[in-house]
Each structure stands twice: as structure tokens, then as C-alpha cells.
């Protein structure tokens, strides 16, 4: 399977906090190094959203309605990318996925659900 597999959502109370992880698929391994990461979340009703980013290189980017809550970092050895997400606000809850990029294409993980109570 080439597209990466999100884990880590789950249903949490305002204030909590949650950890989403993105394992890149056995056929990507050895790219790793060379792919762009990105962590996107759709909530019902809404258009599909850039959360964070993260290029090959290490360079990270946030929406402005995460700053400051959220995290995104890659672990090399693991092969994996996370998205720490603390504060979590009710307006939080989508589906959240995750996509590499590289070699010119882009994939997309099945998304895991966040919930986040008031």
C-alpha cells in the first residue's frame, strides 16, 4: 500500500490534549527522507484544511488557528510523522489526514477521527 496510515484520534475533552501519528507504508520507506509532510483536517460541511506542514528539509509551517497548540515532527528512525495537539477546543473535531509528497505525486492517508467535547 502506498498511502501512509494515521493512528492516534480518538474522542478527548476541551483543554486535553492528543497525539496523531502518520507511519509511511513499507513502499515508501525508502523515499523518506526526500518526502514533504503534511497533517489536514476536514470537518463536516468544510473544505479539506492545511493544519501543519513540514518539508523534507525540517522546515515546519501552522494555520494561524493552531499556533501555538499544535506540533508537527518527524521521527527518522520510525518512520513516522506526529501531530501533537494540546489545547484542544471543541472547533477542533474533523477528520484528520495525513499526505506525503514526493516524486511529484501526493498521498493521502484514510484520515483518523478527533473529537473533542465541551
Known amino acids: 500500500q502506498v498511502q501512509p496510515v494515521e493512528s492516534g484520534g480518538g474522542l478527548v475533552q476541551a483543554g486535553g490534549s492528543l497525539r496523531l501519528s502518520c507511519l509511511a507504508s513499507?513502499?515508501?520507506?525508502?523515499?523518506?527522507?526526500?518526502?514533504?509532510w503534511g497533517w489536514y483536517r476536514q470537518a463536516p460541511g468544510k473544505q479539506r484544511e492545511l493544519v501543519a506542514g513540514?518539508?523534507?528539509?525540517?522546515?515546519?509551517n501552522y494555520a494561524d488557528f493552531v499556533k501555538g497548540r499544535f506540533t508537527i515532527s518527524r521521527d527518522n528512525a520510525k518512520k513516522t510523522v506526529y501531530l501533537q495537539m494540546n489545547d484542544l477546543k471543541p472547533e477542533d473535531t474533523a477528520v484528520y489526514y495525513c499526505?506525503?509528497?514526493?516524486?511529484?505525486?501526493?498521498?493521502w492517508g484514510q484520515g483518523t477521527q478527533v473529537t473533542v467535547s465541551s
Open positions: 499526505n506525503a509528497a514526493y516524486s511529484g505525486s501526493h498521498y
Open positions: 513540514m518539508t523534507a528539509g525540517g522546515n515546519t
Open positions: 513499507r513502499s515508501i520507506l525508502s523515499t523518506f527522507w526526500s518526502i514533504d
